[in-house]
């Protein structure tokens, strides 16, 4: 193994200003062609639109004592803090299918890692502030709707307990920027596990830079997977830890009904989060063919491709391992292949075990897929709403006088009475205690998820009349999806017909 890239540190640079957190960057090291070196552009009129407290005092951000417009500045990019290395880091990447040698960090700039509470390394990254070696045609910069919604979607996802990277802050820089309209210009602080991506390992194997890739797998097992460094075949070992973190996290997405919209392999990050909140959104009515994104032409990203395009992903970050797997060409052909194929059986069993959950199965029986997919046909057919319905069969799995809300939301009810004289037959195996149960589901079964007709509704009221109140309330729901909020009971309900969100967009 070569040596670890984390031993040469440099020491927290402690400057004019008092650092704000203590950096300890770890990719700024590697060789000078992973990244470009540059300052974020300042904006010309920053002011803080959110600053998220709790992360900053897990990541053990000091920013007591600052003024909003402090704040702001630093992230902005206006003031770098002491210590920051800001790096645009390169990648390649598949879009839609299609290779794209070169991608890289066009609007977003890495500030540098710092130690959070439990040791973890976390990137700190400016999105939005302004052009890198990487821009293309690009502005380097983001507008007001795109970051406030990944700042709202990303933390929901957290509060739903679903791998993510984070938001730390989002400012508005005073500065418009030019899409079918001008917008209000903003820049997000995103806080990810790493920025790594399949793209960063595309980006050297398609220039035949094999020590890169090398280099790259080993800072990444280091970073990420150190238990691989002692396996048999380490990179092989990568490889199938790698496919592990998906097949995870893709079990999760579809247990809440999240799309992400643009799975290019650019926005499939090793570490196993959910990275780039573009178009994603979440489903009202169970529809596997569901997809949002307007640059979803085909839907080659729709909800029930998910695990699929997952396996396309992992299989490209394969062929850039190849040379490292073995020595003989076709042997690591078939240890590529091997690990490929047991992506799905085990994106099956993460997300069988899971449904079991969501519907209070206690262990382990053999009709168990089929009572899950007949209740999703059901759903399907009824276009049933898919996060309600699931909230609803927690008070029913308690109480079968609760199945009139349940069935209620079905379009044909005697299609839920059908699968519920199945289901009571095999909750009643196992005889767990009705009330645990139930409690049990409801801490697996969101009431609260991001609908999009809400976060469109926030989003609206801050970029049109700057009212940033829905956004706030929607936050503090979204903060506690699991329980009920009377108070917020609204927030539960799917769109009304014409409230309904048909397209979502990326914004770049
Ligand atoms: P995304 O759609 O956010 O995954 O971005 C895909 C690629 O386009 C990445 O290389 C981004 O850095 C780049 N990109 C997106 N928006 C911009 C922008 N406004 N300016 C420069 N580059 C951008
Ligand atoms: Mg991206």
Redesign the pocket.
């Known amino acids: 193994m070569p040596p670890s890239d984390f031993m040469d540190e440099p020491p927290a640079v402690e400057g004019a200003s008092r650092p704000i957190a203590v950096f300890a960057n770890s990719y700024a090291r590697l060789p000078g062609h992973f990244f470009a070196r540059l300052d974020p552009t300042p904006a010309p009129k920053p002011r803080l639109i959110a600053f998220n407290e709790s992360l900053a005092s897990e990541l053990g951000v000091d920013a007591r004592g600052l003024e909003p417009d402090a704040l702001a500045a630093m992230f902005a990019g206006n003031v770098v803090p002491p210590g920051a290395e800001p790096i645009a880091m390169a990648y390649a990447g598949h879009q839609f299918g299609n290779f794209v040698p070169q991608l890289g960090d066009g609007r977003a700039i890495l500030l540098g890692e710092v130690l959070d509470r439990n040791g973890a390394r976390r990137d700190v990254q400016l999105k939005g502030a302004g052009k890198t070696p990487f821009s293309r045609r690009g502005d380097g910069r983001a507008a007001l709707g795109p970051v406030l919604r990944e700042y709202c979607v990303s933390e929901a996802m957290h509060a739903l307990g679903i791998p993510t990277t984070r938001a730390l802050a989002a400012v508005s820089t005073g500065e418009p920027v030019y899409r079918d309209r001008q917008l209000p210009g903003a820049v997000l602080t995103r806080v990810a596990s790493s920025h790594i991506r399949v793209g960063t390992f595309q980006y050297f194997a398609a220039r035949g830079d094999l020590e890169a890739v090398e280099r790259l797998a080993g800072y990444v097992v280091d970073r990420h997977f150190p238990e691989a460094r002692d396996a048999e075949r380490p990179r092989l070992a990568l490889l199938q830890a790698v496919a592990d973190r998906q097949a995870r996290l893709i079990a999760r997405w579809m247990q809440v009904g999240f799309i992400h919209g ?1 799975m ?1 392999t ?2 499939t990050a090793l570490s196993g989060e959910t ?2 909140f ?1 178009p994603c959104a979440f489903m009202d009515s169970y529809d596997p063919a569901t997809a949002f994104s307007a640059i979803d032409e085909y839907g080659r990203y729709a909800y029930g491709n998910q695990p699929i395009v997952a396996q396309w992903n992992l299989a490209r970050f394969a062929e850039t391992l190849l040379p490292l797997l073995d020595p003989d060409p076709k042997r690591a052909v078939e240890l590529a292949n091997e690990a490929i194929s047991a992506f799905m059986a085990r994106y099956q069993a993460h997300w069988l075990a899971g449904m079991r959950e969501k519907l209070g199965l206690s262990g382990e029986e053999d009709g168990d897929l089929d009572l899950v997919r007949d209740l999703l046909q059901a759903l399907h057919e009824s276009a049933a709403d898919f996060t309600l319905t699931f909230r609803r069969l927690c008070a029913a799995a308690a109480d079968d006088t609760a199945d009139a809300e349940a069935r209620g939301g079905f379009a044909n009810p005697g299609a839920y009475d059908g699968w519920a004289v199945r289901w009571r037959a095999r909750l009643a195996v196992g005889g767990r205690d009705p009330g645990a149960r139930a409690e049990a589901m409801r801490a697996v079964n969101p009431a609260f998820i991001p609908r999009n007709h809400r976060v469109e509704q926030a989003l609206d009221a801050a970029i049109d009349r700057g009212d940033f109140s829905p956004f706030a309330d929607l936050m503090t729901v979204l903060s506690r999806p699991y329980e009920d909020q009377p108070a917020f009971a609204a927030y539960a309900d799917p769109p009304r017909t014409e409230e309904r969100v048909l397209r979502t967009f990326c914004g770049t």
């Open positions: 643009v290019n650019d926005n990275i780039d573009g």
